[in-house]
T-cell receptor, first 115, second 112 residues
Framework: SAVISQKPSRDICQRGTSLTIQCQVD?????MFWYRQQPGQSLTLIAT?????????ESGFVIDKFPISRPNLTFSTLTVSNMSPEDSSIYLC????????????FGPGTRLTVL | AQSVTQLGSHVSVSEGALVLLRCNYS??????LFWYVQYPNQGLQLLLK??????LVKGINGFEAEFKKSETSFHLTKPSAHMSDAAEYFC??????????FGKGTRLHILP
């Protein structure tokens, strides 16, 4: 498995501001993922972040709104930009440890409320 | 393309009774299948996974799931429910492209 931490664990933000979420892993991993879980919903993949390359965004998500950094093999950040109440969600990062098997391990999530 | 259907957004069982959470999948390639559990205010924890070895997969906390290709199912079971099993359970499928598609989730309620 993997030990994954996220900061902050929760935050309440004002409309129009931005929040950067950090994800730290206890060992080097190639692939990291960012998900959004809206209230009462399942997980939706925002983007895949590989170290040394640009993040790959899923349909409906754009870099201007959700810029991602992946400076090394143990760390990534997701920024939620120009926030609106519709961005209120839990944001989770995950890592893939068993390449070729597809197993992902998740961080505890960041609970974001936008007023 | 892959997809997952979880039958029942809410399931209630009595403590000590059998737990059965249903999951059907669709995949254009031999799939990897997963069950994750999410306790309140926590992230997702991997319960078990199927990766084309044994069709009956045993996971943590006494859970197991059986891969049935003919039925395209991967139902999760536990012989005897415990109060601590109350949580949200997600079935997920991967088409071996490093992406996981999650079902909508089933909230399990345990009745005393």
């Amino acid at each position: 498995s993997a030990v994954i931490s996220q900061k902050p664990s929760r935050d309440i933000c004002q409309r129009g501001t931005s929040l950067t979420i950090q994800c730290q892993v206890d060992s080097q991993v190639t692939m990291m993922f960012w998900y959004r879980q809206q209230p009462g919903q399942s997980l939706t993949l925002i983007a895949t972040a590989n170290q040394g390359s640009e993040a790959t965004y899923e349909s409906g998500f754009v870099i201007d709104k959700f810029p991602i950094s992946r400076p090394n093999l143990t760390f990534s950040t997701l920024t939620v930009s120009n926030m609106s109440p519709e961005d209120s969600s839990i944001y989770l990062c995950s890592v893939e440890r068993d390449r070729g098997v597809g197993t992902q391990y998740f961080g505890p999530g960041t609970r974001l409320t936008v007023l | 393309a892959q997809s997952v259907t979880q039958l029942g957004s809410h399931v209630s069982v009595s403590e000590g009774a059998l737990v059965l959470l249903r999951c059907n999948y669709s995949s254009s390639v031999p799939p990897y299948l997963f069950w994750y559990v999410q306790y309140p205010n926590q992230g997702l924890q991997l319960l078990l996974k199927y990766t084309s070895a044994a069709t009956l997969v045993k996971g943590i906390n006494g859970f197991e799931a059986e891969f049935k290709k003919s039925e395209t199912s991967f139902h999760l079971t536990k012989p005897s429910a415990h109060m601590s099993d109350a949580a949200e359970y997600f079935c997920a499928v991967s088409g071996r492209d490093d992406k996981i598609i999650f079902g909508k989730g089933t909230r399990l309620h345990i009745l005393p």
